[in-house]
């Protein structure tokens, strides 16, 4: 079993950067793969970074180039670095993990608001 603390949300302005961190418990968190998630208002929960066990990692082509996931298996911790924020990234953004011989992400933390005004 593994639970999944987000904390780092906030309100900023645009053109600034945030930095995510999401906290795990459980002996199982190094060999999952996590991903950082977001929901806007009206939209569909979208995968905008993840990370293997390995350190290969994967960007939403909307984030590539801003954002930059992170993961450290000894603490237990896996960041989301976020630069030049725009308003269209305001969203809840959660951590999630999974093993990878599933499709869908089984574990989730509870999600920590981005607000990001023009």
């Known amino acids: 079993q593994l639970q999944l603390v987000e904390s780092g949300g906030g309100l900023v302005q645009a053109g600034e950067s945030l930095r995510l961190s999401c906290a795990a418990s459980?002996?199982?968190?190094?060999?999952?793969?996590l991903g950082w998630h977001r929901q806007a208002p009206g939209k569909q929960r979208e995968l905008v970074a993840d990370?293997?066990?390995?350190?290969?990692?994967n960007y939403a082509d909307s984030v590539k180039g801003r954002f930059s996931i992170s993961r450290d298996n000894a603490k237990k911790l896996v960041a989301l670095q976020m630069n030049s924020l725009k308003p269209e990234d305001t969203a809840v953004y959660y951590c999630?993990?999974?093993?990878?011989?599933?499709?869908?992400?089984?574990?989730w933390g509870q999600g920590t608001q981005v607000t990001v005004s023009s």
């Open positions: 990370i293997t066990g390995g350190g290969s990692t």
């Open positions: 999630a993990a999974r093993s990878n011989v599933v499709r869908e992400y089984q574990y």
């Open positions: 459980g002996s199982i968190f190094s060999i999952m793969r």
